[in-house]
């Protein structure tokens, strides 16, 4: 593991307006990651762990703070900016997936690639790449398949593909197996768990405390602040 | 993203929606194929038009009575003016380069044949020259000679419709038919020629133009006007020359009519400024095609934007993941701005094969003469593309201002 600093956000807060009540998601939320950590962002619900994960994703901009997402000041880009980040340096994966439901799994993984500038355009490069991550997420077989033919746990293992395409220093999960049975779930971790092993930063939402405690790294967010942060991995 | 990947994916979603993405260019299919079909009928019709009275007689002028609008020399005898006989032969004798003249001076009878009676029919008197000078031919018999001519000799040509309508299957030449008062012998029958702005030449009965002066015009006013005409055609040798003889003959009859030149008694006019006239009243009406044409476009525009909106709205949660993978604002917009493009200019392209061949389809079999001007294709294409622009714009805007977040909650 080197020191190389990945995440550094410095008292991230995000306010959302709804008509005239302010709603506080984040109250100042301090945190450091280092290249290489898997860390679990636990809470309870409603604590703001998918706040926090969106603005770690370039999906949103806090109301106030700094973030610093490997070495850049992101807090204050505008949208296209933003954009190009969550493409060249981010993966994200979703609980629901979130594939295009009309394209096979080898399209889906290649989507972001089509956003990027440096690989768009190269249609049997960015295939066989595509092809090359199905199989490690263990897909080889199925790379032709419609979402609707994939059970769930395939589905999200065709997003961790699309999530690893670009080559990102960050890969996002906000809650990966809440909607997997266990088996499934273990089979994902298992993926995760060898993307760590080479080397990965991944940092992943859970409510689930035997997932949490395959991690290095718990942070507790409650009420919009980090409650713990356990390096031990244990809570 | 490239450009070749814009397009692919637009034209993929396109085609994932078959049959709304070909309802959707319906509107602009029908647009596109009026706006054709439409400049086709009307530039059609105007050559027809300019073809037929073209047919009738070529570099032809006509010199036609008008009243003068009292001129300082004319007294009472020229002011009620006009042409007379004799200006004819004056003109034919002294203008260089006529090739040939005919006067006509019309009046209205009721003829009869047997127990047939046509009311008001159109008498036209005119000169031998006349077939000559109008380019219509004698079908059975002959036209009026020099004898008949100067001896008023009761004869009558008649037009085609006239002519079946008398007779039928009788033969007519030798028939003796009556004219007002007057028996006349039929001698020749016209070839039928139509209907050539708004002027019947088979609906008419020819006689020499002496005749009517001397007993088919009853009035005591006819009588004192005497050997007054109409019109006088005019053939110019050359097209060159038709500039030079109208001059000619103004200086000439303004000299004889004694009135000035500024405000002759006469009107001369060709047939190109008879075309002209008649284009002015198809120009209107081709303009209100057009925008009938223009406004179909537009509908067919709202017809894009429409379902693009709600394409849009349906298509939310594919934007989110498209942006949270790393597609720009810009990105998003290209996307929609170009499957409005492509639904535009698909739909224009089918919509000038269907304006093509809807054309061609009218002049088949709807007898209507039509020519497909280049022009109004690419006019049609071009505000096919500019609609596709121009109503795919909001929708594209709308997707790209999609908050991500936002975006991929939806649903
Ligand atoms: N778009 C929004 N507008 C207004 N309030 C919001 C919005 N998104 C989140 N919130 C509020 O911010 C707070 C944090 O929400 P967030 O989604 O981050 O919670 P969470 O920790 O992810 O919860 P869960 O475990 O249920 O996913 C909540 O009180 C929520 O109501
Ligand atoms: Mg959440």
């Known amino acids: 593991m080197t020191d190389s600093v990945i995440i550094r956000t410095d008292q991230l807060k995000k306010i959302y307006q709804m008509g005239e009540v302010e709603v506080p998601a984040l109250n100042g939320v301090s945190i450091t990651i280092q290249e290489g950590e898997f860390v679990a962002i636990m809470g309870p619900s409603g604590s703001g762990k998918s706040t926090l994960m969106n603005i770690l994703g370039c999906l949103d901009s806090p109301t106030d703070g700094q973030y610093y997402l490997d070495d850049q000041d992101v807090s204050k880009l505008n949208r296209a900016q933003l954009a190009h980040i969550r493409n060249e340096k981010l993966g994200f994966i979703f609980q629901s997936y979130n594939l295009l439901p009309r394209m096979s799994a080898v399209e889906n993984v290649t989507l972001p690639m089509m956003y990027n500038k440096a690989a768009a355009g190269n249609q049997v490069e960015m295939t066989e790449k595509a092809e090359e991550l199905l199989g490690i997420v263990g897909l080889g077989d199925r790379i032709h398949h419609q979402p609707k033919e994939l059970s769930g746990g395939q589905q999200q293992r065709v997003a961790i593909a699309r999530a690893l395409i670009n080559d990102p220093v960050l890969v996002l999960a906000d809650e990966p197996t809440g909607n997997l049975d266990s088996k499934s779930a273990n089979e994902i971790m298992d993926i995760l768990h060898n993307l760590h092993q080479s080397g990965r930063t991944i940092v992943m939402v859970t409510h689930e405390h035997d997932i949490a405690e395959q991690t290095q790294r718990i942070i507790a967010v409650r009420d919009g602040l980090v409650e713990l942060d356990n390096k031990n991995g244990r809570m | ?411």
């Open chain 2, 1 to 411: 993203m490239k450009i070749i990947d814009v397009i692919k994916v637009a034209s993929r979603s396109l085609t994932s929606n078959k049959l709304r993405s070909m309802l959707t260019m319906l509107g602009i299919i029908i647009g596109v194929a009026a706006v054709i079909i439409m400049i086709a009928v009307s530039s059609g019709t105007e050559t027809a038009i300019a073809n037929q009275i073209n047919s009738l007689g070529a570099n032809l002028v006509f010199v036609m009575s008008s009243f003068s609008q009292g001129g300082a020399g004319g007294g009472m005898a020229t002011s009620s003016g006009g042409l007379v006989y004799s200006d004819a032969d004056a003109i034919a004798n002294s203008v260089p380069h006529v090739a040939g003249v005919a006067v006509e001076q019309t009046t209205t009878q009721t003829i009869k044949y047997g127990n047939i009676v046509l009311e008001d029919v159109s008498i036209l008197g005119t000169t031998p020259d006349f077939t000559k000078v109008r380019e219509i031919e004698v079908e059975e018999g002959r036209f009026l000679n020099d004898q008949e001519l100067e001896r008023s000799t009761r004869t009558a040509i008649l037009g085609a419709t006239i002519a079946k309508e008398l007779f039928g299957d009788t033969y007519p030449i030798g028939q003796k038919i009556s004219v007002g008062t007057l028996k006349l012998t039929v001698v020749g029958v016209f070839e039928e020629k139509g209907l050539v702005s708004g002027v019947d030449y088979d609906a008419r009965v020819y006689v020499p133009i002496t005749l009517v002066f001397d007993k088919l015009m009853n009035s005591q006013f006819s009588r004192i006007a005497g050997d007054r005409v109409r019109m006088i055609y005019v053939t110019v040798d050359d097209k060159e020359n038709i500039d030079d003889v109208i001059l000619q003959i103004n200086l000439l009859l303004s000299k004889l009519h004694d009135v000035p030149l500024e405000s002759p008694d006469f009107q001369i006019s060709t047939q190109q400024d008879i075309i002209q006239t008649q284009s002015a009243t198809t120009e209107s009406f081709r303009i209100l095609l057009a925008w009938v044409a223009g406004v179909s476009l537009i509908v067919g525009g709202i017809g894009i934007m429409n379902i693009m909106l709600v394409s849009v709205t349906e298509r939310t949660r594919e934007i989110g993941i498209r942006q949270a993978v790393g597609a720009t604002p810009q990105d998003i917009q290209s996307q929609f701005l170009t499957e409005a493009l492509i639904l535009s200019l698909v739909g224009g392209l089918t919509g000038i094969i269907f304006g093509i061949s809807g054309s061609w389809v009218f002049s088949r079999f709807g007898d209507m003469p039509t020519v497909v001007d280049p022009i109004s294709i690419v006019l049609a294409f071009g505000s096919a593309a500019a609609v596709g622009i121009l109503f795919g714009y909001l929708p594209a805007n709308k997707a790209a201002k999609l908050d991500p977040i936002v975006a991929l909650r939806h649903e």
